[in-house]
Nanobody, 127 residues
């Protein structure tokens, strides 16, 4: 019902900045809460940030709070993750995900709540 494609990943120096983008096609983006997740080698997928369908609410993992910012532009069918002052431990494949807003009573952070996923984009932070 919605297709997601991430872009913007790559190699970044610690203390620099990087912006990830997620482009959606198909059903109107405003029908979904949107989230960013990441998965490092040998680790489970973990929550990074989420934004409500209208953009009025955001939540962040403690590990990225104050450094990363999630935003969305429903008119452009885009979701962003601004990564400031990234650390080597932020190295992972980052995934954009969509949760139908009628599936949850509040902005979710659980991966199981997100029904649609992008292919992922690699972010590598060098020290």
């Amino acid at each position: 019902q919605v297709q997601l494609v991430e872009s913007g990943g790559g190699l970044v120096q610690a203390g620099g900045s990087l912006r990830l983008s997620c482009t959606a096609s198909g059903r109107t983006l405003s029908s979904y809460h949107m989230g960013w997740f990441r998965q490092a080698p040998g680790k489970e997928r973990e929550f990074v940030a989420a934004i409500s369908w209208g953009g009025g609410s955001t939540i962040y993992a403690d590990s990225v709070k104050g450094r990363f910012t999630i935003s969305r532009d429903n008119a452009k069918n885009m979701v962003y993750l601004q990564m400031n002052s990234p650390k080597p431990e932020d190295t992972a494949v980052y995934y954009c995900a969509a949760a139908p807003k009628y599936y949850s009573l509040s902005l979710p952070s659980a991966p199981a709540t997100y029904a649609y996923w992008g292919q992922g984009t690699q972010v590598t932070v060098s020290s």
